[in-house]
């Protein structure tokens, strides 16, 4: 029997079984597939990280967090998982090959996973032109012209927030209206560094061994490709929150979700079934940073430790 089962290796994950091994917890496990790190190890660059200065990939960023959070007695099992369900007051966690493991609690730190467009160029030069994160990589087009991709409040408030930075942003969407609230369109409308490209979809981007240099964009109505030459390109075309670990045999999830799947938590990151927590990006107002990431594992473990105890 687990006192504690963390689900997933990303940032959140890892400094939750480091808080809760260090705070006393024994037999702790998180199952991770793969390496621990999560998906800003593909990240090229690292320049927002407290503490990190100069050139950093987000591979050595993440290199020396999992023999830290090891330390004091976090198991680290490459395991899927499949399913946590609750009977009684115990978690199950279904592997995959149908092996099954008990836990007295659980911490989700499974995150979510950005949508794809599916232009030609965006799986080549992602981390290398092509972002999904302007928090992340904005900084790096100081003062260089970027394009944005989409037409939800996500997208428009990300080129909003470029528009501080770069000297100018190309906001492309395939129709011409936009999703996103009325209020956030008004203040791109009245944006002189944002130019609206509407009606267009991004045929593809195209670079060298440097980056991308720019993208072609076709206009839906004319046909007609239109050549924006970019070192960037912000691509918002959703977020995939991967919560199909929580989702039961009958169709019903362990615990309570918003209508866009993240789960919903307190400020202790406690979800609405006892002993469970959620931690990262998974949870409802994730800013989908790595430090704040870490600081939903450490509150997670250290609510765990309070529920058991």
Known sequence: MLDLAIIGGGPAGLTAGMYATRGGLKNVVMFEKG?????????????????????????ELMEPWPEQC??????HKMDEVTRVSKEGNIFKIALTGGAFEEAKSVIICTGSTPKRAGFDGENEFFGKGVSTCATCDGFFYKNK?????????????????????CSKVYLIHRRDEFRASPATVERVRANDKIELVLNSTIDHVYGGVMGVDGVKVKDKNSGEIKDIPVPGIFVFAGMNVNNGVLKQEDGTYLCDLNDWGEVIVDLKMQTSTAGLFAAGDIRIEASKQVVCAAGDGATAGIGAIGYLE
């Open 35 to 59: 390496m621990p790190g999560g998906q800003i190890t593909s990240s090229s660059e690292i320049e927002n990280y407290p503490g990190v200065s100069g050139d950093m990939t987000g591979m």
């Open 70 to 75: 090891c330390k004091f007695g976090l198991i």
């Open 145 to 165: 012209e970027v394009a944005v991709l989409g037409g939800g409040d996500t997208a428009l408030e990300e080129a909003l927030y470029l528009s501080n930075i």
